[in-house]
């Protein structure tokens, strides 16, 4: 369901909008859609595995009501299919990896942002290797794919992870933490002995909208010295400045320079964001991360999902039923 923005004085006078978190906008709020979505027809694209240097040829589908995101390997005898889910996660080193029953599929967070960026609840992805491709290094590429396939609202409602109580993890300087929120809300902080990173902080409600706009397009990054490291080992195959954000001591190699000037930053919310979708259901909630990646946020999901009486799960129709939830989220 989505609410034409003509409808916010009279939802107002209706006290729809009280006991939300006064810096939650009315924008992000009606932005927010209570049925489950799918693609409306198939779309496809190619592209080369950013470790494996193979090309790999993607197809994604619509897929029913409560069905999921699910990955299918075509390449492999009887195409085995594997739910996208972070009890499903195998290998966080370098990328999120999923896997089961001896197969994998690497490299999926890319497009799980875009899937949840977007609010797509049910999909099937079909790919005839077992890394992703790495298109751009953003999640542009997908978000622009799924998006000229069209949208639909399927005749079911979603359900959501509310938020009740904060949950926190730390060790190393690193911090992952959710506290209860009205919207899905990611801060994040990242610190780099580099000139060009340094400390960077960026926090966005996330919204169809917004993910595209300020999310989507931010790329992944990597430094010389790495790089050089992961080809020794016969990694990083694929790895060009047409999909990564190089950088060497001093500067960006890229002859384009930077899409956004904290670019960095914002390609770790989008990492971030195909992360936290392995939950399986959108999440109302802060996130608020600092200096963490893929196998932090992996530890977190796992505690995120033991702590059961921090957090509910509610199926939610309309705007009328969303919780009133007060803000708990730490200042940054």
């Known amino acids: 369901m989505r ?14 909008l009280r006991g939300l978190h006064k810096s939650l906008s009315v924008k992000s ?11 409306a027809a198939p779309v496809n694209c ?14 994604i589908k619509p897929a029913p009501c409560n069905h999921g995101i699910k990955f299918i390997r075509t390449d492999l005898p009887d195409c085995p299919g594997i739910s996208a889910h972070f009890n499903m996660v195998v290998d966080t080193s370098l990328a999120t990896v999923i896997g089961y029953e001896g197969f994998i599929v690497s490299t999926i967070e890319h497009l799980m942002a875009s ?39 399927q005749d079911a409602p979603k359900c959501f992870f509310v938020v009740k109580e904060p949950i926190e993890i730390k060790k190393d300087g690193k911090m992952v933490g959710i506290y209860p929120h009205p919207n899905y809300k990611i801060t994040c902080t990242i610190e780099y002995d580099h000139p060009l990173i340094k400390k960077q902080s960026y926090s966005v409600d996330i919204s169809d909208h917004v993910f595209e706009r300020e999310i ?40 384009e320079g930077l899409r956004y000037k904290d670019e960095f930053v914002r390609h770790k919310i989008l990492d971030c964001i195909g992360d936290f979708s392995l939950l399986g259901m959108p999440i109302l909630g802060h996130v608020v991360a600092s200096k963490s990646g893929h196998t932090f946020n992996h530890v977190f999901l796992k505690k995120f999902f033991a702590q059961k009486e921090s957090w509910e799960t509610l199926i939610i129709n309309n705007l009328n039923e969303l919780p009133s939830i007060q803000s708990k989220s730490l200042a940054i």
């Open 115 to 153: 899937f949840a960026g977007l609010a797509i609840d049910n999909a099937l992805v079909e790919i005839d290797a077992y890394e992703m491709p790495i298109m751009d290094g953003s999640a542009g590429p997908f978000t622009s794919l799924i998006k000229s396939a069209g949208i639909e609202n």
């Open 216 to 255: 989507s397009r931010a790329r992944t990054f990597g430094f010389v010295h790495e790089y050089e490291y992961l080809k020794r080992y016969g990694l990083a195959r694929g790895v060009s400045l047409e999909n990564v954000i190089a950088i060497d001591t001093e500067d960006v190699l890229n002859d």
């Open 3 to 16: 609410i034409d923005s003509s409808e916010t004085p009279r939802l107002k006078r209706r006290g729809i």
């Open 46 to 59: 190619s592209g080369v595995g950013v470790h494996s240097g193979k090309k790999v040829n993607l197809t």
């Open 29 to 39: 709020l009606y932005s927010m859609y209570f049925k489950q979505r799918t693609i």
